[in-house]
């Protein structure tokens, strides 16, 4: 299936472990700047409480398996998502999802298939 890229935020726009909130489709999209330059991309919606509140979370890293993991907590009741793929650090909680991104130009693209939503999927940027 062939994808549309949205412009969601131009880099300069991202402040280091902040993010914004981003409309891709009907979907609310987190993206994030990470430390180092990088960029993440993952579902805007808490799913927990189902407030679109991600973008604003507190952002951070823990050691996983013995790697550093970027990790986004929710404003609300601080669970912790892996910011690699969406998904919930606590095992048995539901995740964010992941979205595919690339950055053009100095603006953060997310992707969206032509004509219909995209499930969050991994991260490709």
Request: aromatic share 6%; proline share 6%.
């Amino acid at each position: 299936m062939m994808s549309r890229w949205i412009r969601v935020v131009p880099t300069d726009d991202l402040i280091e472990g902040r993010g914004v909130c981003g409309l891709v489709g009907e979907s609310c999209v987190a993206v994030f700047r990470l430390p180092g330059g990088s960029f993440a991309a993952v579902g805007g919606i808490d799913p927990r409480s189902g407030a679109n509140v991600m973008a604003h979370g507190l952002t951070g890293s823990v050691e996983v398996d013995g790697q550093d993991v970027a990790f986004v907590a929710s404003p609300l009741d601080k669970h912790r998502y892996r910011l690699d793929t969406g998904d919930a650090l606590a095992s048995d909680e539901p995740g964010l999802g992941c979205w595919p991104f690339r950055v053009v130009d100095d603006i953060v693209e997310v992707a969206a298939a032509v004509g219909e939503w995209v499930a969050p999927g991994p991260v490709v940027g």
